[in-house]
């Protein structure tokens, strides 16, 4: 039975390359930051107690979840590879986004509130905004007057406050997909479409079906509409998901190679959390600064990003 198990947790991280297929495996691909702890301290483990080749599997799956989030931690941005250089405009043509899953139950409005001041973004997208969020937070940022939410009570409201023009929709990306936000924004840069997203945790088969789905249809969206875009949320998937790297990976995203820049849960050392608060963009853009940013009462951290417009902004969305 010990076997077993030290079998089962050896080969798991390996498995969860068949995640596209097998709904739990994709769900254990979430985790790969700590297992890859565990599988170090559990070679540890069975080499002191005479295992060998048990625990020479074991470090070996540590080295393979450690090099999954190295990649991503340290790596570069394939889609930021050898971009234009930002010349002497480049203050007209930044754009920054601050991004919050504020947590229904959280009561830390002025928390929030502060960290928005101290960054001062174009763009606010909250996730899990009930009505009492929504009314806080209006009061609160009456500065951005362009704004556009779907107040629910279930934990999946989303809001958009924006300095700037915008024309807003709610959203479904399939019949059974959690609402999104949609707004073009009419950025002193240019314009460019904003996706404020919440996709449905992927932890039962139906839920991960959907989840998939959603991702899938919000890159076909782009794709189809052509327009520079910006992609943002609580999207409940870690970059080496396979649900990430297979719906996903058409965009830059603004995280790589600044660290783990891991977002949940909010308590935990920054070692131990995982990063599934993110924001994509298209070619469009280059990242400047991708920050985690202090808790606000939340079990998610903000982010706050700052990418500025390329010059060659005609530049078409990669082929998906």
Not at 82 to 96: P, Q, W, Y
Not at 203 to 218: F, I, T
Not at 235 to 245: D, E, G, I, K
Request: charged share 20%; with cysteine.
């Amino acid at each position: 039975m010990i076997k077993i198990f030290v079998w089962a947790m050896v080969l798991l991280p390996v498995a969860g390359e068949w995640g596209r297929r097998f709904w739990l495996l994709d769900l254990f691909n979430h985790f790969r930051i700590q297992a890859a702890w565990a599988s170090a301290v559990l070679a540890a483990v069975l080499f002191s107690t005479g295992w060998g080749i048990e625990a020479i599997a074991a470090a070996g799956s540590a080295v393979f979840c450690a090099a999954s989030v190295r990649k991503r931690a340290s790596g570069t941005r394939p889609l930021d590879a050898g971009a234009a250089g930002l010349g002497a405009d480049v203050r007209e043509r930044t754009l920054s986004v601050l991004t919050c899953n504020v947590w229904m139950m959280n009561h830390s409005y002025a928390g929030l509130t502060a960290a928005i001041h101290a960054k001062d973004p174009d763009v606010i997208v909250l996730l899990e905004t009930d009505q009492r969020w929504y009314g806080e937070m209006r009061r609160a940022l009456t500065h951005y007057q362009h704004h556009k939410a779907e107040i629910r009570e279930d934990y999946f409201g989303v809001a958009v406050f924006s300095k700037y023009p915008m024309a807003a929709t709610v959203e479904r990306l399939h019949a059974e997909a959690k609402p999104s936000v949609r707004a073009r924004i009419y950025h002193p840069s240019g314009d460019f479409a904003l996706w404020g997203m919440h996709p449905e945790p992927p932890y039962l088969p139906a839920a991960w079906g959907h989840h998939r789905r959603e991702l899938e249809q919000v890159m076909f969206r782009i794709h189809e509409e052509r327009l520079p875009a910006v992609v943002t949320g609580d999207l409940n998937t870690a970059p080496w998901a396979c649900s990430f790297r297979d719906h996903l990976s058409g965009l830059a995203d603004s995280g790589a190679a600044r660290g783990l820049a891991a977002t949940w849960p909010s308590p935990l050392p920054a070692l131990l959390r995982i990063p599934i608060d993110h924001l994509l963009h298209t070619e469009h853009f280059r990242t400047l600064s991708h920050e985690v940013l202090p808790g606000v009462g939340s079990d998610h951290r903000p982010i706050f990003v700052r990418l500025a417009r390329r010059e060659a902004a005609e530049a078409p969305v990669r082929e998906l």
